[in-house]
């Protein structure tokens, strides 16, 4: 694999599925990063559940996905407790050890409030929450939104996860981070733009492109 598309945190926004649709055929994989829904928009969440999951259903790319708590911390139909993601393209896509191998690459999915897989060398892990104590996981004035779980699972890792593609805080202190030796990038949110942040990551030449307000905001190496 060469390209994949990481994206998150739409909270229903119609013009970021969209962009995300037009552009897929671009990309070898897209990894989204939870919160498909949003709980205190004014969309039933019936009338959001149907539409997502429709948009879903027409990706031809390789969709990889982990739920956000907007998408489980309900109780309301048809999304109570986040059953609704039992439909989604990949929901049973993950073996009983948590991963999935995909173009080459091992994917570890974390469920909101679930217990973290076994780790292993080179996972590409794709988790709402960032690891907790790190700067994708903060705002600047911010208090740690981190997932305490995953941060110890990486320090305490074996051997070193590539990867860690989250969400969860939209304007994070830093959209690329350390936890040990596991990189952890958050794209975050901008309201009101027409492309959503997202990170382009090349794993060929492992190096990471983050655009924000749909520019290209800055680049690193992998």
Known sequence: MTKLLHVSDFHANQRWFNWTLDHAEEYDLIAYTGDFLDLYGPESVGTQVR????????????????????????????????????????AKAYGDSGHLECRGLSFVRVNWRGAVPQLRGGDIILAHAPPAGRDTATTKDGPDRGNL??????????????????????????????????????????????????????????????????ELADVANL
């Open 51 to 90: 539409w997502i999951t429709a948009w879903a259903e027409l990706l031809t790319t390789p969709f990889l996905w982990c739920p956000g708590n907007n998408d489980v911390e309900t109780s309301v139909a048809p999304a109570a407790h986040g059953r609704w993601l039992a439909r989604l393209p990949g």
């Open 149 to 214: 779980d995953l941060a110890d699972a990486l320090w305490s890792a074996t051997a070193s996860p590539w990867l860690v593609l989250s969400g969860h805080i939209h304007n994070p202190a830093r959209w690329r981070d350390r936890c040990g030796g596991t990189i952890s990038l958050n794209p975050g949110v901008t309201m009101g733009t027409r492309v959503p942040n997202h990170i382009v990551i090349d794993t060929a030449v492992r190096k990471a492109t983050w655009f924000r307000d749909g």
